[in-house]
């Protein structure tokens, strides 16, 4: 009887391990696309079910993971030989040869599936439009069904509200900041708060300061320079933001009139541009459109007058002359200014451009339209045509 419970024991112990070893080598077979955010280590998804509101919802959420769930039967459909889920999170690419948002079929599955790895909706985020399409690329209609459909598309988890942190630099020793999110918790403590440059070093933050229940101002223990690039960490709820300039921005005007000028007597010709975040901008004139940089007739350094307005005065009257800039500053990762991208860039407050990236042109103000002698006609009346300027 002894020697009986023995051998009991001992193959319960063996079943116990094809089991656990069983599952284990199942979570982990399953294959994720690449690229683009996917789900590095999900689980697979021939284990997984979904809920018939999931399949014509087609998406469901699972931790951090958002899987595309394609049902052929919710579309009336049968036997597809490809399914590519697209939507705003694509910009609505019609690429159907990207392997990283083609959905597979699991073995003995009539669903096709894609898992994205999702951590607080960063990658897709709530309310985002997305539709599938099949074989050679037919669009197909959401089903009528389906919860989420919204003018002729689904829409990824409509109404979610996810933890977001978004912080602005308002002053070269301020930041606001503002959580929003279900079960957000704002802290005052400014430990719970991290402010690092591009290469991460850390800025001491010396207070955090109520101004609304979802805003706050933390006071910086030292300056910084509100050209570089900063990110803020938010250890409680483990978020980080790349620290934007909006408020910086409006903190700043300049009465000068931006784009090029030729005063009213022709004495000279005046260059501005808006480039706060600039170290150095540079001016190339051009007698004719398709001189090159090094056939420039004339090359100068623009002066940093005032709030982020940066200006070359040159003498003569210079309606006619072509023109383009350089604009030089940080070489942050994300920025792109010369020294990582070393293009050529229009004005963009120029009257005249060859195109939106080639030269701006010197153009004097034209005189606006003389009115109509009748005044305006009745709408009903009026014959309205859009046409291209260059071409009109």
Partial sequence: MEELNKQSVWILFVVAILIVGGSTSHAQSGDTPSGASPASASPASDSLTFTPDERLSGFANRDDVTWFV??????????????????????????????????????????????????????IPPSTP???????GEWLQPPQLASNREGGNLVFAPGVAPLRMRAEIRTDRTLWVRLTGKGVERSLNPKDY????????????????????????????????????????????????????DGWYRTMYSHQPLGA???????????????????????????????SPEDAWMTIEMADIDHGVWEAIVDGDL???????????????????????????TDPY??????????????R????????????????????????????
């Fill in 70 to 123: 394609f049902d052929p039967a919710a579309y009336g459909v049968s036997s597809p030989q490809r399914v590519v889920v697209t939507g705003a999170f694509r910009t609505w690419s019609q690429d159907m040869d990207d392997p990283r948002w083609q959905l597979r079929q699991p073995s003995g599955s009539n669903l096709w599936v894609l898992s994205i790895n999702n951590p607080n909706y960063n990658s």
């Fill in 130 to 136: 997305f539709k599938f399409r099949i074989d050679a």
């Fill in 194 to 245: 991290r402010l690092l440059t591009d290469d991460g070093l850390e800025i001491p933050i010396s207070q955090v300061l109520p101004n609304t229940a979802a805003e706050s101002l933390l006071a910086l223990g030292q300056s910084i320079d509100p050209r570089r690039v900063y990110y803020l960490e938010y250890d409680r709820h483990k978020l980080r933001s790349l620290c934007k300039r």
């Fill in 261 to 291: 000028n030729v005063a009213p007597d022709g004495s000279h010709t005046s260059f501005r541009v808006f480039a706060p975040r600039a170290e150095r901008v540079g001016l190339y004139l051009y007698r004719e459109a398709d001189d």
């Fill in 319 to 345: 309606h006619g002359i072509y023109y383009d800039l350089t604009i030089h500053g940080p070489s942050d990762r994300g920025n792109r200014f010369y020294e990582s991208h070393p293009v050529h860039i």
């Fill in 350 to 363: 120029a009257r005249v451009s060859l195109d939106s990236f080639g030269k701006a042109r010197v153009w």
């Fill in 365 to 392: 103000p034209t005189q606006p339209a003389r009115p109509l002698p009748q005044g305006r006609p009745a709408f009903k009346d009026v014959v309205a045509y859009e046409v291209h300027v260059q071409d009109f």
